[in-house]
């Protein structure tokens, strides 16, 4: 079963860095990632999930004004995985972080944790 798989998450201090990846795995008669809008979501308890960052298949990228300038998305298209380097890192975003692949049947990964505290 293909499916998408985060990693990259942990604790860091305010003002801190980490770079999240979110690979392709299992097989698939075609790839799920190539040519599609990529995006990173994030979570906390008791709201809704948010965008923080997507890439299209022709690499534009759009972020919401809550990351841009810190956050920067990426995709390796060869080797069908997707990063985001998070910089200047602050208690509010502290979250769990999804990949996902917006185009139908819509795929989600299960999450990554980030955990900014000092």
């Known amino acids: 079963q293909v499916q998408l798989v985060e990693s990259g998450g942990g604790w860091v201090q305010p003002g801190g860095s980490l770079r999240l990846s979110c690979a392709v795995s299992g097989a698939s008669s075609g790839s799920i990632f190539i040519g599609y809008t990529m995006s990173w979501h994030r979570q906390v308890p008791g709201k809704q999930r948010e965008l923080v960052a997507s890439i299209s298949g022709g690499g534009n990228i759009i972020y919401p004004d809550s990351t841009k300038g810190r956050f920067t998305i990426s995709r390796d298209d060869d080797k069908e995985i997707m990063y985001l380097e998070m910089t200047n890192l602050q208690p509010d975003d502290t979250a769990v972080y999804y990949c996902?692949?917006?185009?139908?049947?819509?795929?989600w990964g299960q999450g990554t944790q980030v955990t900014v505290t000092s």
């Open positions: 996902h692949r917006p185009a139908a049947p819509g795929y």
